[in-house]
T-cell receptor
Framework: NAGVTQTPKFRILKIGQSMTLQCTQD?????MYWYRQDPGMGLKLIYY???????DKGEVPNGYNVSRSTTEDFPLRLELAAPSQTSVYFC?????????????FGPGTRLTVL | AQSVTQLDSQVPVFEEAPVELRCNYS??????LFWYVQYPNQGLQLLLK??????LVKGINGFEAEFNKSQTSFHLRKPSVHISDTAEYFC??????????????FGSGTRLQVQP
């Protein structure tokens, strides 16, 4: 199993550009999450999904959109990039809704908006 | 809402010395706590978790943590650190998003710097 994979690893955007961060997991997990990690801060939840076709907002959803058409993929879309979106983005997944389940993280995407 | 506070942003320590990374959580009836480690340029990896039962939890790489309900703490310890333990450590609590859904809320992280 590859686990949780994210592409790209690094990206520089200009203000106003758009892009999609890709996330794929091959563990057949129902739950998937997107977090952002700002310097010196913990991870903050952007969006999450409990299964294909079901997504919901987390703590910091503004400026982002997601979709979940398949169990494996959970892309994160930035429509109009802003400097405040400069961050490291992590995708995570876990099997189900039980509190015992561990979250598995991807390696992250480092995004800089200039 | 449940939250965690990591009291130290950086902890320098010499190789083979013991270390404690501190984490306090907001009080709740039921609390599920986790420690994750992030090595440079990598994603987060689970070290250990407390769900219920024994208050002393053992994890990978020789780490352990003690759940202390009276002090609302979940400190991470290792009796003898190695250079390879240099990383960022995050304490996290499982929070309810409603209708049975859950996510993790993270502390701000503690950077452990092991020096030779």
């Amino acid at each position: 199993n590859a686990g949780v994979t994210q592409t790209p690893k690094f990206r520089i955007l200009k203000i106003g550009q758009s892009m999609t961060l890709q996330c794929t997991q091959d563990m057949n997990h129902n739950y998937m999450y997107w977090y952002r990690q700002d310097p010196g801060m913990g991870l903050k939840l952007i969006y999450y999904s409990v299964g294909a076709g079901i997504t919901d907002k987390g703590e910091v959803p503004n400026g982002y959109n997601v979709s979940r058409s398949t169990t494996e993929d959970f892309p994160l879309r930035l429509e109009l990039a802003a400097p405040s979106q400069t961050s490291v983005y992590f995708c995570a997944s876990r099997p189900g809704q039980g509190f015992r389940d561990e979250q598995f993280f991807g390696p992250g995407t480092r995004l800089t908006v200039l | 809402a449940q939250s965690v506070t990591q009291l130290d942003s950086q902890v320098p320590v010499f190789e083979e010395a013991p270390v404690e990374l501190r984490c306090n959580y907001s009080s709740s009836v039921s609390v599920y706590l986790f420690w994750y480690v992030q090595y440079p340029n990598q994603g987060l990896q689970l070290l250990l978790k407390y769900l219920s039962g024994s208050t002393l939890v053992k994890g990978i790489n020789g780490f352990e943590a003690e759940f202390n309900k009276s002090q609302t703490s979940f400190h991470l310890r290792k009796p003898s650190v190695h250079i390879s333990d240099t990383a960022e450590y995050f304490c996290a609590v499982s929070v309810s998003l409603g209708t049975g859904r859950r996510a993790l809320t993270f502390g701000s992280g503690t950077r452990l710097q092991v020096q030779p």
